[in-house]
């Protein structure tokens, strides 16, 4: 690979400091992961155990194109994940809260390429953008499905299990001109 440079010093430090990040995030999830699993949530445990392992391919994204646009990805000591969570609430939120927060800082270096006119580093983002749109989709549906298992369980556990139901329901109805009794 040649040893031209095709991004500012500013922007490689930027897509440094966020590669980081997406590693310190995917250490975070693990740590929520191995509390949901203690704490006798395995489908939960699963499900962050799984998100890690994204947020560090997503780390490894970053690495790569640092790389191969002659800068140099800058591995550096992941800070420890924040305390145990008190609750599957605060957690939860925990982790809506992070991944708001991550929008911005991709947007933030959308503004920078664009700012820099870096438009193959302007495309690069592009994909962390749609990337962080899904993920805040995927955690708000979190929050909405704790919600309604867990508020007035009275009611709306019953819409819970109508709900996961219907997540595998046929999108055709029976027609009666089709019954038979064999």
């Known amino acids: 690979m040649s040893n031209d440079k095709r991004i500012s010093d ?12 997406e590693a310190t995030q995917a250490q975070a999830y693990i740590a929520l992961g191995s509390w949901a699993e203690v704490n006798n949530y ?12 994204e947020e560090r391919n997503h780390m490894f994204k970053f690495l790569a194109y640092i790389n191969e646009r ?18 599957l609430e605060t957690c939860i939120e925990d982790v809506w809260q ?13 503004d920078q390429a664009m ?14 953008v749609k990337e962080q749109i899904e993920e805040e989709a995927l955690i708000n549906n979190l ?7 867990s508020k007035d369980k009275a009611d709306n556990q019953n819409f819970y299990e109508l709900d996961k139901d219907m997540a ?6 029976d027609l009666p001109r089709e019954k038979s009794v064999e």
């Open 115 to 128: 700012a820099e006119r870096d438009w193959a580093t302007f495309n690069f983002l592009q994909w962390f």
């Open 70 to 87: 002659g800068g140099e990805a800058k591995i550096e000591a992941i800070p420890a994940p924040r305390d145990n969570p008190v609750s």
């Open 168 to 173: 595998s329901a046929s999108q055709e109805g």
């Open 143 to 149: 929050r909405d499905k704790f919600a309604l298992a």
């Open 10 to 21: 500013a922007m490689e430090q930027a897509l440094n400091k966020q590669m980081m990040e």
């Open 42 to 53: 395995p489908g939960i445990a699963d499900f962050f155990y799984k998100h890690s392992a």
């Open 98 to 110: 992070h991944e708001l927060e991550n929008s911005k800082k991709i947007y933030a270096l959308v």
